[in-house]
């Protein structure tokens, strides 16, 4: 499954760096996304089940021992909100201050990555889609991973 995920976020920015293949439809316009993420009760819906998967996730639940969930339920479903084009202003810290200290690695990384496409998933969203919203979050990587 991680492979799977890693494979789909090389292939979701592969995408939008080449710019669409003969055949391959061309990446939804930033919009289209947010409508195909369900507008914002969707998005709320695939968010509060994220974050239960992450909870319940043996590889990262640690490093949220001391976390504000619904805070950060709030602020994720508005920062996934604002990213895919939607009418919302993501309104909390820069990933770099949010993470600063947190010691997170790349395994941490994916397996965060992962638990957000499950949620997607089991919430019916189009894998095309998924794979938009993971690819507008792998340039944070370099923001949120410091180990
Ligand atoms: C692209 C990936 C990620 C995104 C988009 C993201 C997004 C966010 C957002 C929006 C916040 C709230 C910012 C604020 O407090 O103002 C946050 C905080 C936080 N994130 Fe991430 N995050 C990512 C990766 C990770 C990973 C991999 C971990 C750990 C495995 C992690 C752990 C945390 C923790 C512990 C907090 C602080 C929560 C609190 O203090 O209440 N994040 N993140």
Redesign the pocket.
Known sequence: MKRLVYAALVCASLSLAGGARAQTPPPARSAELYEQLGQKEGIRHFTHRFLSIVLADER?KG??E???ID??EG??AE?FCDLSGGPCQYS??D?GT??RG?D?NTA??NA?AEDLQIAMEEAGIRTAASNQLIAK?AP?YHQ?VTK
């Open positions: 990262i490093k949220f001391d976390a504000n805070r950060l602020l994720l920062q909390g810290r990933m949010a993470h947190k997170i941490q990384f965060l979050l944070m949120v």
